[in-house]
């Protein structure tokens, strides 16, 4: 059963907290990105991780940071939230990019 | 650079009646896959269809699209809405200059009674 798996799903945080956001498959792909949904900005990609310990950039990494020390988990930090990543989060994995990706059920983060 | 272009950002109609979304594209790839990602409300993108042939008509779900790459378009369609296609669109295709896929800024379908 392909799945992939987000932890946690909700969570409130303070401005100024370290927040990580967990992302788990189960379908041994290679390829994970963690993107973020907004309204009226669709899905915006933050990261790419090719496989454990080679992981790129998207367009819009800036106050993001990511791990990915196994293949079937992939991380997201944000060191000292703003506010303005309140956002809903999104993990999803591929065996390459041109595949179906799959996306986890999302982690709807508050900064307050 | 890559870009996908939802000219709506809302698309109303009435139930059984015919819908079209729309999806352009600007791509230097060759030979690339197209997508279409549907999300429910306060669910996760979910593919619907993937297509990279010409010409070739791809359905499932009752929706069905075409890629047509002389005018760079892979427009959605269904012939009937129903009330449970009320969904977010996104139209999709990989990046040429990096290992990504490239989403639109998505179509919100509202089906009425």
């Known amino acids: 059963d392909m799945k992939v798996t987000q932890m946690p799903r909700y969570l409130i945080k303070r401005m100024g907290e370290n927040v990580l956001l967990e992302c788990g498959q189960d379908?041994?792909?290679?390829?994970m990105y963690w993107y973020r949904q907004d309204p009226g900005l669709g899905l915006q990609l933050i990261y790419i991780?090719?496989?454990?310990?080679?992981?790129s950039e998207g367009d819009i990494p800036k106050g993001y940071r990511v791990s990915r020390k196994k293949r079937e988990h992939f991380s997201l930090i944000l060191d000292s939230a703003k506010t303005n990543q309140t956002s809903v989060y999104f993990c999803?994995?591929?065996?390459?990019?041109?595949?179906?990706?799959?996306f986890g059920p999302g982690t709807r983060l508050l900064v307050l | 650079g890559d870009s996908v272009t939802q000219t709506e950002g809302l698309v109303t109609v009435t139930e059984g009646l015919p819908v079209k979304l729309n999806c352009t594209y600007q791509?230097?790839?060759?030979?690339?896959?197209f997508f279409w990602y549907v999300q429910y409300l306060n669910e996760a993108p979910q593919v619907l269809l993937r297509?990279?042939?010409?010409?070739k008509r791809t359905e499932h779900q009752g929706f069905h699209a075409t890629l047509h790459k002389s005018s760079s378009s892979f427009h959605l369609q269904k012939s009937s809405a129903q009330l449970s296609d009320s969904a977010l669109y996104y139209c999709?295709?990989?990046?040429?200059?990096?290992?990504?896929?490239?989403f639109g800024k998505g179509t919100v379908l509202l089906v009425s009674p």
């Open positions: 791509t230097t790839y060759l030979t690339i896959a």
């Open positions: 999803a994995s591929s065996l390459g990019h041109q595949d179906t990706q799959y």
């Open positions: 297509s990279s042939t010409d010409n």
């Open positions: 379908m041994s792909h290679e390829t």
């Open positions: 991780s090719y496989d454990v310990d080679s992981n």
């Open positions: 999709a295709l990989p990046d040429s200059g990096y290992n990504k896929l490239t």
